[in-house]
């Protein structure tokens, strides 16, 4: 069975560039999370979708970030315009459903220049 | 709010050695903890995941405890090889499903 995937594995932007991140999850999985993972620290999760639903976004800099889940499958996370601080790994994940281990998929590594 | 905390942050032993990993959390209303492995570039990978209402859990070489009530978890790690050379993440969910993560352990074994 495949995992969850992500694309691209590496990114490399100038600043106030814009950059999105795709992310397919476990087949059947319904909830699925992106996180942000700064260097020697551990994942924070920017939202959650239930389905196409985002039931928490509580974490996530709408300012300049935002994400979709279009019929409940794939997601796309993007900022706009990228910051500096923006460099990290951005992960995505999925479970069966909520509260339910959480699989991970390879990451993107994102370098702001 | 939930904070993790996990001892030591750096660890190296020498291949055959059994060791400990720390995690505790300051809020003990969780619904489970999860230990994770982390290679160098990598994703997570699910080790050992821990309902609130268990103690224990086992697979393999690898067991994980949970003291839910003094906010502590551990991982022991039988007769450790280099493949084992990896950060280790311990993570807890509360209300809302959210995952809450230590900084990691960062384990060598040396050969």
């Known amino acids: 069975e495949a995992g969850v995937v992500q694309s691209p594995r590496y990114k490399i932007i100038e600043k106030k560039q814009p950059v999105a991140f795709w992310c397919n999850p476990i087949?059947?999985?319904?909830?699925l999370y992106w996180y942000l993972q700064n260097l020697g620290q551990g994942p924070e999760l920017l939202i959650r979708?239930?389905?196409?639903?985002?039931?928490?976004d509580s974490q996530l800099p709408k300012d300049r970030f935002s994400a979709e889940r279009l019929k409940g499958v794939d997601s796309t996370l993007k900022i706009q315009p990228a910051e500096l601080g923006d460099s990290a790994v951005y992960l995505c994940?999925?479970?069966?459903?909520?509260?339910?281990?959480?699989?991970f998929g390879p990451g993107t590594r994102l370098t702001v220049l | 709010k939930q904070e993790v905390t996990q001892i030591p942050a750096a660890l190296s032993v020498p291949e055959g050695e059994n060791l400990v990993l720390n995690c505790s959390f300051t809020?003990?209303?969780?619904?489970?903890l999860q230990w994770f492995r982390q290679d160098p570039g990598k994703g997570l990978t699910s080790l050992l995941l821990?309902?609130?209402?268990?103690r224990e859990q086992t697979s393999g070489r690898l067991n994980a405890s949970l003291d839910k009530s003094s906010g502590r978890s551990t991982l022991y790690i039988a007769a450790s090889q280099p493949g084992d050379s990896a950060t280790y993440l311990c993570?807890?969910?509360?209300?809302?499903?959210?995952?809450?993560f230590g900084e990691g352990t960062q384990l060598t074994v040396n050969p």
């Open positions: 994940a999925s479970s069966l459903v909520a509260s339910n281990e959480q699989f």
């Open positions: 087949s059947g999985h319904n909830t």
């Open positions: 979708y239930e389905n196409e639903e985002a039931v928490d």
């Open positions: 809020d003990s209303a969780i619904y489970n």
């Open positions: 821990i309902q609130s209402s268990q």
């Open positions: 993570a807890v969910e509360t209300s809302g499903s959210r995952l809450t």
